[in-house]
């Protein structure tokens, strides 16, 4: 699922918020420093996902008979196919 750079710098600054909120957490940059690497470290995560999600798919519409999307056996494929692309990154 694709998420907007609007939603993504969204997300970064409650992350930045939250952290500014909790005590026990003390910046040794200022917010908007925090925010930015928060930011990037989602859209590098989103990004790994889309090519996880990518792979997996690709790999449904390998089988030689069509399997369609939403079925029962699309939906076990999807997940085993998804889970070894995780494994595969080492997550």
Known sequence: ??????????????VADTLADVNECDFLEDRNTIR???????EKLLTEEMKIDTAARL???SH????????Q?????????????VKKLGI
């Open 36 to 42: 930015q690497k928060a930011r990037d470290i989602l």
């Open 73 to 85: 056996e699309w939906d076990i494929l999807y997940r085993k196919y998804y889970n070894d692309e």
């Open 1 to 14: 699922m694709r998420i907007s750079r609007d939603k993504v710098n969204k997300l970064a600054h409650v």
């Open 59 to 61: 790999k449904v519409q």
């Open 64 to 71: 030689k008979r069509d399997i369609p999307e939403g079925s």
